[in-house]
């Protein structure tokens, strides 16, 4: 490519891994007719790849893994956070359909790596709280608590998860590309149906009223003319350059650091190098939701099944 290659950046483009695949799937996932629109998948390559490397990084910077099970809710500030109680991660992992699914394809492997995400919640409450050798009561308290534990991406290596993770992150930018576009095929049609409503309160228009009627009747088909010219297909690629050459505006990681004890209350306190302090990582715009996310490590969570429950139902009746 030479000297112009390196100055439009394409040599290094070309030494991304996996971009050409990358391409593909986020062409196909916008819109399949684009590979026949011309300049696929040349005019692709710059904003895929900025996507791609921007998915890749903020996977690598998902915190974890961390190791859940018995010990680790005792000892383990962070983990014992997360769940209500020891047996709710159980639950939440039995429920899984990732994990039912990694189960199937791996059915001898115990151990699995995995992105878990929670929906993190304060709720106001009243609770007592020791004030030197005071008990105080009805102290106002934040408790922070977790909801919707989520396992995706299960795998049996660390490596393979992240990689995994990656192009969750990668098809979560790419759906928002295809969002801006079914945002401008929305207001069409709806600029359709102002517009077949101009016309038939212009039929029975009087004199008075007509004139501002075709007046909006202009503007509603200018702006019918300015959404059709948008929906052209060698257009879509100023949606690409939109949302994946600025990957970190529509998705990213927050840290937010807390002092949480035992029982989940929130402590006001600016020292989070204290016992009990932790640091969440909340994933914004992911989806319409957001997540606090990390990677997690577990062992021997295959649930039983409910034919295995009934049978040790029945031989402890038995005994």
Wanted: overall charge negative.
């Amino acid at each position: 490519m030479g000297m112009l290659g390196y100055l439009f950046g394409h040599d290094r483009e070309e030494n991304i891994p996996g971009l050409l695949p990358a391409i593909e799937r986020a062409v196909s996932a916008v819109e399949p007719l684009l590979k026949q629109a011309g300049g696929y998948p040349e005019i692709y390559r710059k904003p895929v790849a900025t996507a791609l490397k921007y998915a890749r990084s903020l996977a690598a910077s998902v915190p974890g893994p961390v190791v859940i099970n018995r010990e680790s809710y005792a000892k383990d500030p962070f983990v014992h956070a997360l769940f209500p109680s020891l047996d709710f991660i159980q639950d939440a992992f039995s429920a899984s359909r990732a994990l039912q699914d990694h189960y199937q394809e791996f059915p001898s492997v115990n151990e699995l790596y995995a992105l878990m995400g929670m929906r993190r919640f304060e709720k106001t409450v009243a609770g007592m709280e020791l004030a030197g050798q005071t008990i105080q009561r009805d102290v106002i308290q934040k408790v922070v608590y977790f909801t919707t534990h989520t396992i995706e991406d299960p795998a049996p290596s660390e490596e393979q998860s992240r990689d995994q993770v990656v192009w969750s992150f990668f098809d979560s930018l790419v759906r928002k590309v295809k969002k801006r576009i079914e945002a401008r095929k929305q207001d069409k049609q709806s600029q359709m149906q102002q517009k077949d409503a101009l016309i038939s309160r212009l039929r029975t228009a009087d004199a008075e009223t007509r004139p501002a009627l075709e007046k909006e009747l202009s503007k509603a088909i200018a702006g019918i003319q300015s959404a059709t010219s948008s929906l052209e297909l060698h257009n879509y690629i100023e949606d690409f350059d939109a949302v994946l050459l600025n990957p970190e505006q529509h998705l990213r990681l927050n840290r937010i650091p807390m002092v949480l004890d035992r029982m989940g209350i929130r402590q006001n306190s600016d020292n989070t190098n204290q016992e009990g302090a932790v640091t969440f990582h909340e994933l914004i715009g992911f989806d319409r939701r957001d997540w606090v996310v990390t990677m997690v490590y577990c062992s021997n969570m295959q649930s039983e099944s409910f034919a295995t429950k009934l049978e040790k139902a029945y031989r402890e009746l038995a005994i």
